[in-house]
């Protein structure tokens, strides 16, 4: 197999650089909102290792991770009105998130 598409390993999220995927596999999204979610404001701005605009983003873990905690206190965003949505969008409501009791699993490690 040629060295450029060999898989990568998987994620750690004790690593102290993250990239994408550490993001989503510590927020639970998938691909596209994990996307969404980086772009909000306040979210800390990526790095790259070199000036391509393709190159690929990274944090620091201690970066995301302060983030989070500082969103623990903060309200629920605003609900987006109904004619935003799109029609292929989840009907069934999402289980409440105790944001308290998710920071204290992500500072012990404990993500199953």
């Known amino acids: 197999m040629h060295t450029r598409t060999t898989p990568l390993p998987p994620v750690e999220l004790a690593d102290p650089v993250w990239t994408i995927e550490h993001v989503a596999r510590l927020l639970r999204l998938g691909p596209r909102a994990t996307r969404t979610a980086i772009t909000a404001p306040g979210f800390p701005a990526p790095f790259r290792l070199n000036p391509s605009p393709t190159a690929r983003l990274y944090w620091l873990r201690e970066d995301v991770l302060a983030h989070l905690a500082t969103l623990a206190g903060a309200p629920p965003p605003a609900p987006v009105p109904a004619a935003t949505h799109h029609p292929a969008a989840r009907t ?6 105790d944001r308290e009791a998710a920071l204290a699993e992500i500072a012990a490690g404990q993500l199953r």
């Open 92 to 97: 069934t409501p999402r289980r409440p998130l």
